[in-house]
């Protein structure tokens, strides 16, 4: 197993935002992580990579994290890339990449490049020596993911890639969110689009009030009208 997260708790202050998470996730498999706004599912993230401290169990091949540093926890091959697309405006799109590298490991040298990326994304590549902060939405959120990806991590998690883009980069995004699945990478997908989350999932967890309340396939997911209409439809 990947990842394996056992009765996860984290607070801001005083509020009890997870109420004993549940969730795990396989070799290769791309996971979504549902819900509305506010329920947790940003958090869940926050509190696995370490920048919330957590209260459970969180094991990364079979190896306990919890309670590590971030940065550690990234050295060991867990990716995340936040909501807010963090980027170095005054630095390049190739600096950004290059940033993404891990102490000591070169250009390459894992399952990404820099030429993988130009590749894959000819608009990064053709504005390769631009600063990142005249990027549009769309590419500076595929500059965060793909400096993510430069760290060569084994699961990836991804919190709202789709947020705020036009309809033909979503669809970008998910192409990528393919490719990196078939490149063996795991990925933990939070998501509002349910179309696209449903597409391209193995499997859905939903949350509800800082906890897990359905967990199945997108399949079984279509078929329970009540989990959706409660905990999914605004």
């Known amino acids: 197993m990947m990842l394996d997260v056992q009765d996860l708790h984290a607070y801001y202050g005083k509020s009890h935002v997870l109420q004993g998470v549940n969730l795990n996730i396989q070799e290769g498999e791309i996971v ?39 940065y550690d926890i990234a050295r060991l091959g867990l990716g995340y890339v936040p909501e807010n697309r963090d980027i170095f405006p005054g630095l390049t799109t190739r600096q950004n990449l290059i940033l993404g590298l891990k102490p000591g490991q070169k250009d390459g040298h894992g399952r990404w ?9 000819e608009n990064l590549g053709n504005r390769a020596d631009t600063e990142a902060s005249v990027l549009s939405g769309g590419e500076k ?18 919190d709202e890639p ?41 499997r859905v967890y939903v949350m509800g009030h800082g906890r897990v309340v359905f967990e199945g396939t997108p399949a079984e997911l279509k078929g329970r009208n009540d989990i959706r209409k409660e905990w999914l439809e605004v």
């Open 32 to 70: 979504a992580l549902l819900g509305r706004n506010g329920v947790g599912r940003s958090t869940t993230c926050k509190a696995i990579i370490g920048e919330v401290p957590p209260q459970g169990s969180v094991t990364f091949r079979g190896q306990q994290i919890a309670g590590k540093k971030a």
């Open 113 to 121: 490049s820099l030429e993988t990326m130009f590749d894959m994304f």
């Open 141 to 158: 959120q595929m500059l965060t993911i793909c400096r993510t990806l430069m760290g060569d991590p084994d699961l990836i998690m991804i």
């Open 162 to 202: 789709t947020e705020g883009l036009a309809p033909q980069m979503v669809q970008k995004v998910a192409a990528v969110l393919k490719e990196i699945a078939k490149r063996g990478i795991s990925t933990l997908l939070v998501e509002q689009k349910l179309d696209i989350a449903m597409d391209i999932s193995d």
